[in-house]
C-alpha cells in the first residue's frame, strides 16, 4: 500500500512496469478473489486528482490559516467550483460564481489544474484499452483543449480568457543559441568543460548516495580518429547513471536541471540531505554539445541497475531530428553504474575551430582537460592515440606546487611572442606566493595571491622583479 500511495508521483508508465503482476487475495477473503495493484493505483490516482471542488477549501479554515500565496490561488479556484458531473465520456467541471478579473490569476490555474486531470485521464483510459480492462466512465475533461470553452463552463465576469501565453516555435533554434554561441561564445572547448562538470557531478553524487569513500569514481576523456577524417570525442564516468525518466524528462528539457529537484529525491532518496551540492545548475550545459557535433550518443546505467538495463539515446543529426532511445546492445552496454557521451566532431580537433587549436601549433588533450577543470575532487584520466594519462590528480590542486598549478590554469602561451623560459621563471615567482583560502572550518575555497599586470594573460604580465611581489 505504500508504494500504491508513492506511486502518484510516478508516471503512468512507471505504474505500469512497477505493478505488472496481479496477487492473490489476503487469507482472510474468498478464494477467487484478486488484488491487481495496477487498477487499484490508477483508481486512486486519478479519483485524487479530479476530487476539486469548494470541500477542499471550506470558507472558516481559510478565514483562520495563514495560506501562502501559491496556496491561497489553489483555494480561490476550488472554492468556486461545484462537484464535478458525468456527461458520456467527460468529466465536466462548472463554477457555482464567475471569476472577476481580480481572480483572474485562479482561473487560469484552475485551467491547468483541470488539463492536469484530463492528462491523468487520458493516459490511464489508453493503458486500460491496451491492457483489454474495464475502462473508467469518466476519460477526459471537458472543455479544457480551449480557454474559451472552459469559460463556458468555469465563467468569468468582466475579462476574457484568451490564450496570450509566451509560447516557442521553433525550439530546436532557441536551443542552439541559447545553448550554444549565443551563450558560450565561439568557444568549441565549452563542450568539454560542461561534459567534465555533468561527470564529476554524477561520480560526487553516487559517492554520497552509495556511502563510497571520498576518492571513488573517475572520469576518461578520450578523443579517437575512427576514419580519415572523422574524429570522436568522448567522456565516461562512473556515476550514478541515468534511468529512462531522467534521460528523457531532464536531460531532453532545456533549461531544467534535475540536481536538487523533487525527482531528485524521489530517484536517490537521501541524496538531498547529505553535503552534495552540484556544479550544474541551470539545465542547459549538456546542449552545448551541438556547437561541435551533429551526430551525438548518450549511454547510461544507474549504478544499481543490470547490464542489460544500459539505455542508449542517440541524436543522429543533432537538434533537427528526433533522438531515439534503445536498449544498449551487447558491446554497448556498461560493466558499471555511469554515463558515456560520444560527440563525433564537425571539426578536425587540429584545426581552425578544432578544440586542440591554438595559434600555430596544438595542444595535447591533457593539457587541454587541465585547463578546463584543473580543481576538481575527481581523478581525470585522458586517453589520446593509444595511450591514456591521469591529467588531473583529485584534490591535487590544494597541494600542487605553486608554478605547476600555474601551468595548469594557464597553459597557453603559443602565438603571444613570449619567451618559455621567462613564462616559467614568472609562473615560479607568482607560483611561491599562492596562498591557501580557507574557511572558519577550515575548508579550502581556492589559492590567490596579488598580482600586477593584465588578468590572466600572462604573456603580458609585468615582471617587477625585486621590486614588489609578482604573483597570478
Not at 485521464?121 to 486500460?128: A, G
Not at 571539426?347 to 601549433?361: M, R, Y
Amino acid at each position: 500500500m505504500g508504494r500504491v500511495a508513492h506511486s502518484h508521483w510516478w508516471t503512468v508508465s512507471d505504474i505500469e512496469r512497477q505493478f505488472s503482476r496481479v496477487m492473490g487475495p489476503p487469507s482472510w477473503c474468498p478464494r477467487n478473489w484478486t488484488v491487481d495493484p495496477l487498477r487499484i493505483a490508477c483508481a486512486l490516482r486519478t479519483a485524487d486528482a479530479a476530487h476539486l471542488d469548494a470541500r477542499r477549501a471550506p470558507t472558516f479554515l481559510k478565514a483562520i490559516t495563514n495560506l501562502q500565496s501559491s496556496s491561497e490561488m489553489h483555494w480561490r479556484f476550488q472554492e468556486k467550483l461545484a462537484k464535478p458531473y458525468l456527461r458520456q465520456d467527460s468529466l465536466v467541471f462548472t463554477s457555482t460564481h464567475p471569476f472577476r478579473l481580480d481572480d483572474a490569476v485562479a482561473w487560469w490555474l484552475c485551467l491547468e489544474t483541470l488539463r492536469m486531470v484530463d492528462r491523468e485521464l487520458r493516459s490511464v483510459d489508453s493503458l486500460f484499452a491496451d491492457k483489454g480492462y474495464p475502462r473508467f466512465a469518466a476519460r477526459h475533461v471537458a472543455g479544457v483543449d480551449h480557454p474559451e470553452r472552459l469559460a463556458s463552463y468555469v465563467q468569468t465576469d468582466g475579462w476574457l480568457p484568451i490564450n496570450a501565453t509566451v509560447h516557442v516555435t521553433d525550439l530546436p533554434e532557441v536551443i542552439k543559441s541559447l545553448g550554444g554561441e549565443a551563450l558560450y561564445g565561439r568557444q568549441p572547448r565549452v563542450a568539454l568543460r560542461e561534459l567534465i562538470q555533468n561527470a564529476c557531478d554524477a561520480v560526487r553524487a553516487r559517492r554520497l548516495f552509495e556511502g563510497r569513500s571520498a576518492d571513488f569514481g573517475s572520469v576518461t576523456i578520450t578523443l579517437a580518429e575512427v576514419s580519415g577524417d572523422e574524429y570522436w570525442l568522448e567522456v565516461a564516468d562512473s556515476g550514478v547513471g541515468m534511468s529512462q525518466r531522467v534521460l528523457t524528462e531532464f536531460l531532453l528539457d532545456f533549461g531544467r536541471s534535475f540536481w536538487g529537484s523533487p525527482q531528485m529525491q524521489e530517484e536517490f532518496p537521501g541524496l538531498l540531505t547529505t553535503s552534495f551540492r552540484s556544479t550544474g545548475k541551470y539545465g542547459v550545459g549538456f546542449f552545448s554539445v551541438f556547437m561541435v557535433a551533429n551526430h551525438v550518443q548518450v549511454c547510461t546505467r544507474r549504478s544499481d541497475a543490470a547490464a542489460v538495463d544500459t539505455l542508449v539515446l542517440e541524436f543522429s543529426s543533432g537538434l533537427q531530428g528526433r533522438p531515439i532511445l534503445r536498449r544498449a546492445d551487447r558491446q554497448e552496454r556498461l560493466l558499471d553504474g555511469g554515463s558515456r557521451v560520444r560527440l563525433k566532431l564537425k571539426t578536425n580537433p587540429s584545426i581552425a575551430g578544432g578544440i586542440l587549436h591554438h595559434g600555430e601549433s596544438d595542444i595535447s588533450l591533457a593539457s587541454l582537460v587541465q585547463e578546463l577543470a584543473p580543481a576538481v575532487d575527481v581523478d581525470l584520466f585522458v586517453a589520446e592515440k593509444k595511450s591514456s594519462t591521469k591529467a588531473v590528480v583529485a584534490n591535487d590542486w590544494k597541494s600542487l606546487p605553486g608554478g605547476e598549478f600555474l601551468a595548469r590554469v594557464a597553459p597557453l602561451s603559443h602565438g603571444d611572442n613570449v619567451d618559455e623560459e621567462e613564462l616559467k621563471r614568472l609562473r615560479e615567482r607568482a607560483g611561491a606566493n599562492l596562498r591557501l583560502l580557507q574557511g572558519d572550518d577550515g575548508t579550502v575555497f581556492g589559492r590567490a595571491c596579488i598580482s600586477m599586470g593584465y588578468a590572466a594573460r600572462w604573456s603580458r604580465q609585468l615582471d617587477v622583479g625585486e621590486r614588489s611581489v609578482s604573483a597570478g
